[in-house]
């Protein structure tokens, strides 16, 4: 582990690792309550994205309307049922479940709540979030698409676009180690000292070892979220 004093920052500047370039701070953050506004909008645009059709497939003479929802369900009963879970998990469940729990996040804030759990099923959920992977897909299949169909896009698609925009703006805007320090300020800040030191993997949370704590089963775990070292 590389102790380093973060100074000062001004506004759009980042602090990272002299050594492995590693975003350590950046005053850009938005506050939680900002974050939570943009998933509860999320939540709201989910059931039109989702749903109902995007765009109409004129493929002779035979009208196909897509959606997200029926494109999985035709691939999990037509034989690509890996695919179809794959999509469901990566572009319905898992941005779902992270917009939900930055409002979670929020209310355990007003309510004066530590939500250790939450913090740690962010940090898992997170990089499965692929929602504008999807919008990539879309746009590359309209255009393959058009060159044998007629096309016709429906209005649910705006709101199938800014969700995805408004996910991906959450998805850079929220920082999960500002928001472990928000709710777990270090006790004890670590300085320049040549005591051993500990990193804990789940909450990126440097400690010295003198510090460490252990389960029932004298197992070594983070004094912060309490997580297996």
């Not at 979030?129 to 999807?134: I, L, T």
């Not at 698409?145 to 850079?172: C, K, W």
């Amino acid at each position: 582990n590389a102790v380093v004093k973060i100074s000062t920052l001004q506004q759009g500047q980042s602090a990272v690792c002299p050594r492995c370039h590693h975003v350590l701070y950046t005053s850009g953050r938005w506050s939680l309550k900002r974050c939570s506004i943009i998933a509860l909008s999320i939540l709201i645009l989910m059931p039109f994205a989702l749903t109902y059709p995007l765009l109409s497939i004129d493929l002779l003479g035979e009208k196909i309307d897509a959606s997200v929802w029926l494109g999985v369900w035709k691939m999990a009963t037509q034989g690509f049922s890996y695919t179809a879970f794959l999509i469901f998990i990566c572009a319905v469940f898992m941005p779902i479940v992270f917009a939900l729990l930055v409002i979670l996040l929020q209310l355990s804030k007003m309510m004066k709540i530590q939500p250790r759990n939450l913090l740690i099923s962010l940090g898992y959920i997170k990089p499965w979030v692929m929602f504008d992977v999807y919008l990539v897909a879309l746009g590359v299949s309209v255009f393959k698409v058009r060159e044998y169909a007629t096309l016709q896009l429906d209005v649910y698609l705006i709101a199938f676009v800014f969700t995805a925009l408004l996910t991906t703006l959450l998805f850079i805007k929220i920082n999960l180690d500002d928001l472990w320090h928000d709710f777990y300020p270090e006790q004890k800040p670590v300085t320049e000292s040549d005591k051993p030191l500990e990193l804990c993997t789940a909450c990126d949370y440097t400690f010295l070892k003198e510090d460490q704590q252990y389960d029932h089963r004298h197992r070594a775990i983070c004094p912060r979220c309490a997580s297996l070292i």
